[in-house]
């Protein structure tokens, strides 16, 4: 016991004689760059990370679709890009168009969504400096080879804000093998494109542009154009960002601008009356129902009203899944009529269990069916009702664009009946 009592003693006498009451002092570290000193982080910093400032924007963003919406719950591999945090990362990162796989447990949109730090002296250009991503974009539609810049900061919005990409399907067939499919077959729409040719609608494809086109109608772009035709792509508000309505003043009584990305119309004032967004959309509504009225007559599109009286309209395949013409009239012939979807998620690691089947039936809906492949150009009017049925602001990021593709659809299915 005493020895060891002596060599504790001992060491801390060493300690002490070693590092004294200050302690040794270190070498000198390297002078900067440029020998100057750094920001002053409270010029920098603070002019975000303020308690009162984040506390705001807090408030803000769990108003926001983007907050409330389901973001989390889409994690498979075509949706993670957009629908999650961890999605949006690895595609901006890596320049990637889909997530390499299904995200388990992936989570929500967030404030590290959309904003980083690629740097901390802000002076030259603030927005950028902490914004994911500002480079411009790949187009999903096409998987463009040529970047289109819209603009930094609304670059990170059009990275999500777009027609979906290319989506592929697997299925079991009654062979039980797993094979896949594409559903978006018809598209990009050529720039040679014949309007009267003939076309395939089959079971299990799409032409949906998935409620995230609203940069494509804000640039003029991606719409079915008919040949020799001309659109007019530029309108009042094609120089503005997407924050210049969609981050505008905030309204606390309504939870509206700012970080709600829900525009503030009062805020619009300057400009606008009150009632002008209102009337814009209910002129393009009315176009939308006029051209949809056309196709229910040509049998390419259904109508339903629901119990609440709700009217919809859904285009109606003229092909089964597996490509063979449905009959106009009854018959007893057995068609693939449906693709049903009995996906699953591994309770072992969380990845999802592709399982959909082809249903086999005679076909109930002989006497909607047109009996024949459509025409290009009636795909093209299908496509157009859909852009902006499914653009979610009923036209008013481009109005001039959004009623020149409804009335030219029009007018091009009146001219080929």
Request: hydrophobic content about 35%; some cysteine.
């Amino acid at each position: 016991m005493k020895r060891l009592d002596v060599t504790i003693i001992v060491a801390a006498a060493l300690l002490a004689a070693c590092e004294g009451p200050m302690g040794p002092a270190g070498n000198d570290g390297i002078n900067g760059l440029d020998g100057k000193d750094g920001v002053n982080a409270n010029t920098v910093c603070l002019t975000c990370h303020v308690s009162s400032n984040m506390a705001l924007k807090n408030v803000q963003y769990e108003a926001s679709g983007h907050f409330t919406g389901t973001s989390s719950s889409r994690n498979t591999k075509y949706c993670a890009r957009c629908h999650t945090s961890d999605g949006f990362i690895e595609i901006t990162s890596q320049d990637k168009f889909v997530v390499s796989n299904d995200i388990p447990n992936a989570t929500r949109i967030t404030c590290e969504t959309c904003h980083q730090h690629s740097g901390f002296d802000f002076a030259g250009d603030t927005n950028a400096k902490v914004l994911r991503t500002t480079s411009p974009v790949y187009l999903n539609y096409n998987r463009n080879l040529v970047a289109t810049d819209f603009g930094k900061i609304n670059n990170l919005c059009v990275t999500c804000h777009q027609i979906r990409g290319a989506t592929q399907e697997r299925y079991t067939d009654s062979l039980g093998v797993v094979r896949a499919f594409d559903q978006l077959a018809f598209f990009p729409f050529s720039l040679t494109k014949d309007d009267n040719a003939p076309v395939n609608y089959q079971v299990g494809q799409s032409f949906s542009v998935h409620d995230g086109n609203q940069s494509n109608l804000f640039k003029g772009i991606n719409g079915y154009e008919y040949n020799g035709q001309t659109y007019t792509r530029i309108w009042q508000h094609s120089g503005n960002a997407c924050t210049t309505c969609h981050m505008n003043q905030w309204d606390a009584s309504t939870k509206v601008g700012g970080h709600t990305l829900k525009p503030n119309e009062n805020a619009c004032e300057n400009c606008h009356t009150t009632d002008h967004i209102v009337p814009t959309q209910a002129k393009i509504d009315a176009k939308r129902i006029e051209l949809a009225e056309l196709l229910v007559a040509r049998k390419v599109f259904r109508k339903s009203v629901n119990s609440s009286g709700a009217t919809s309209y859904s285009a109606v395949q003229t092909h089964d899944f597996y490509g063979r013409l449905f009959a106009a009239t009854q018959t007893n012939t057995t068609y693939a009529t449906a693709v049903v979807s009995a996906n699953t998620v591994s309770a072992t690691n969380g990845l999802v269990i592709y399982g959909n089947s082809i249903t086999m039936a005679t076909d109930a809906s002989w006497a909607t069916r047109i009996g024949r492949p459509w025409k290009m150009g009636e795909l093209g009017a299908a496509y157009n009702y859909g852009y902006i049925n499914s653009e979610l602001s009923m036209g008013v990021h481009n109005p001039v664009y959004a009623m020149q593709l409804l009335q030219k659809s029009i007018d091009w299915l009146k001219a080929n009946p």
